[in-house]
């Protein structure tokens, strides 16, 4: 049932994001900002925990997990280093993922050519 749980999540996430793109004129970085910021602001109240004890791998997956893990580290890393935490901590859970997606990128632009 977990299954069926994160694949309704992931994609009631796409759905959102998809009427934003077709109803408003905002772009795809704009949806992408807007998700992780919300991401962080429910992982402040303590909702996306919820939401990922509920719905399992399948509410780490989309963009806005990116902002539940920023929030998440730096609040964390804040109780046991003070103030000076905040900005440690906010990449101690993201670093992997932040740094392979600059390799990768690298990476790839050097393998395939722009179209124009």
């Given at each position: 049932?977990i299954?069926?749980?994160?694949?309704?999540?992931?994609?009631?996430?796409?759905?959102?994001?998809?009427?934003?793109?077709?109803?408003t004129?905002l772009?795809?970085g704009?949806?992408?900002?807007?998700?992780v910021v919300?991401?962080?602001?429910?992982?402040?109240?303590?909702?996306?925990?919820?939401?990922?004890?509920?719905?399992?791998?399948?509410?780490?997956?989309?963009?806005?997990?990116f902002?539940?893990?920023?929030?998440?580290?730096?609040?964390?890393?804040a109780?046991?280093?003070?103030?000076?935490?905040?900005?440690?901590?906010?990449?101690?859970?993201t670093?992997?993922?932040?740094i392979?997606a600059?390799?990768?990128?690298?990476?790839f632009?050097?393998?395939?050519?722009?179209k124009?």
């Amino acid at each position: 049932m977990i299954y069926l749980y994160s694949f309704i999540f992931c994609g009631f996430i796409c759905l959102i994001g998809q009427l934003i793109l077709d109803n408003t004129k905002l772009t795809p970085g704009h949806v992408t900002a807007l998700f992780v910021v919300i991401g962080a602001f429910l992982d402040i109240f303590g909702i996306y925990d919820m939401c990922i004890d509920i719905f399992g791998g399948g509410a780490l997956v989309p963009i806005t997990s990116f902002g539940h893990s920023l929030i998440h580290g730096a609040l964390e890393s804040a109780l046991d280093n003070g103030i000076m935490g905040l900005s440690i901590g906010m990449f101690s859970l993201t670093s992997a993922g932040i740094i392979s997606a600059i390799v990768f990128a690298f990476f790839f632009s050097l393998i395939f050519k722009p179209k124009n």
